[in-house]
C-alpha cells in the first residue's frame, strides 16, 4: 500500500487527482465522486471499504449528497480529510484517498476489518447510522 499511518503520499494522490480529472473530461470531479459514493454506501456495510476514510466521507457526503448519513466522529473525520494549500478542506482529494483505500483493501481479498492500529492505540470503525 502506498500510505503511511493509513494516509497516502501527495505525489500519489497528485497522479490520482490528475487522472481522474483526465478520465472525467471537464465534468465536476466532486460531483461525480459523491455520486458514486452514494451508490456505494447505499448497500449495507459497504462504509466500512473506506475504513479510517470513512468518517471523513460521511462529512462530505452530509454536506454535498443532499442525505444527511448522521453525526461524524469529528477527529477521524479531521484527521483523513485532505487539505488544500490554505487549510480548507479538498473534498474531491479526500474522497479520492478514500477510494484508493478502498481499492487497496478490496484488491486484497479479505473483509473489510473494522479494527485499526494508530499510534497510541487501536480504533474500532464502527456506524451505528449505517
Avoid at 444527511?68 to 477521524?76: D, H, K, N, R, V
Avoid at 499510534?119 to 470503525?125: P, Q
Wanted: hydrophobic share 35%; net charge negative; no cysteine.
Amino acid at each position: 500500500m502506498k500510505y503511511t499511518e493509513f494516509h497516502f503520499t501527495p505525489e500519489h494522490l497528485d497522479a490520482k487527482m490528475a487522472e481522474y480529472v483526465k478520465a472525467l473530461g471537464g465534468r465536476d470531479p466532486l460531483e461525480t465522486f459523491v455520486a458514486q459514493t452514494a451508490k456505494v454506501i447505499a448497500r449495507k456495510g459497504e462504509y466500512l471499504r473506506f475504513g479510517p476514510y470513512w468518517f471523513a466521507v460521511k462529512r462530505i457526503m452530509n454536506t454535498r449528497s443532499g442525505k444527511f448519513y448522521g453525526e461524524a466522529t469529528s477527529w477521524l473525520a479531521d484527521e483523513y480529510t485532505e487539505k488544500n494549500p490554505n487549510g480548507t478542506a479538498a473534498e474531491a482529494r479526500t474522497l479520492v484517498a478514500a477510494w484508493e483505500f478502498a481499492e487497496d483493501l478490496t484488491s486484497s481479498g479479505m473483509p473489510y476489518p473494522r479494527e485499526y492500529d494508530f499510534a497510541e492505540h487501536t480504533y474500532l470503525v464502527e456506524d451505528d447510522d449505517m
